[in-house]
């Protein structure tokens, strides 16, 4: 596993603590078999462009949500950059078309992406992509760090998906609550 920067000097110390090697977003790309790409939502074309060479043909995991500057609106949902019938998923896989996005990570907190451990078992991340099998193998990591997967379709899937992300932050900005996960619910099996 690898982390990457613009300045790989400023992971120094994570990297020296962690044990997982920092570098340039470059070189954690060409490392890497499934990239991670977490950055400002405004960046985050302008992130996979630096590195499109390095992601051609590799999963791309596009933890990234459209917020727009500016506080919450109504003090508890983050604007967002685009539109109801645009998500920022398609806007890299249209920038990117060799890389094989999948939105995923983008409605929950970093400290739960990895183990959560919640009441109520297992939380359901929602994922999109025009790759199905990108879409396998992110499932397959989710289920192996302990988030059961709901497939929502296509990349334009992405456009229910990010708005989850102005839900799951709502209750953060009312009540400062933040260590909640979202959920499927389905009838029990006769």
């Known amino acids: 596993m690898r982390i990457g920067s613009r ?3 400023k992971l120094a ?11 340039t977003f ?5 490392f890497g078999d499934v990239i991670v790409l977490s950055v400002k939502g405004k960046r985050a074309i302008e992130a996979a462009s630096m590195i499109s060479k390095q992601i051609a043909g590799k999963v791309v995991i596009d933890t990234n949500n459209p917020i727009a500057d500016g506080p919450p609106v109504g003090g508890s949902i983050v604007p967002f950059f685009t539109g109801p019938n645009d998500s920022l998923l398609e806007r ?23 183990d959560p451990k919640l009441e109520g078992g297992r939380p359901t991340m929602f994922i999109a992509g025009d790759d199905d099998a990108a879409k396998k193998d992110v ?12 497939d929502i379709g296509k990349a334009a899937g992405a456009r229910a998906i990010e708005p989850l992300c102005q839900l799951w932050c709502a ?20």
Request: one cysteine or more; aromatic letters at 8%; proline letters at 5%.
């Open 92 to 114: 890299l896989q249209a920038a990117e078309p060799k890389a094989r996005f999948v939105k995923a990570w983008s409605c929950v907190g970093a400290h739960l992406m990895i």
């Open 26 to 30: 470059e070189e954690v790309a060409a």
């Open 139 to 150: 499932a397959a990591i989710l289920d192996g760090v302990g988030w059961e997967t709901e």
């Open 7 to 9: 300045d790989p000097n």
């Open 171 to 190: 209750p953060g900005f009312l009540r400062n609550d933040w260590a909640h996960a979202l959920k499927v619910i389905r009838p029990a099996k006769k």
């Open 13 to 23: 110390e994570y990297a020296k603590t962690s044990g997982v090697k920092a570098g």
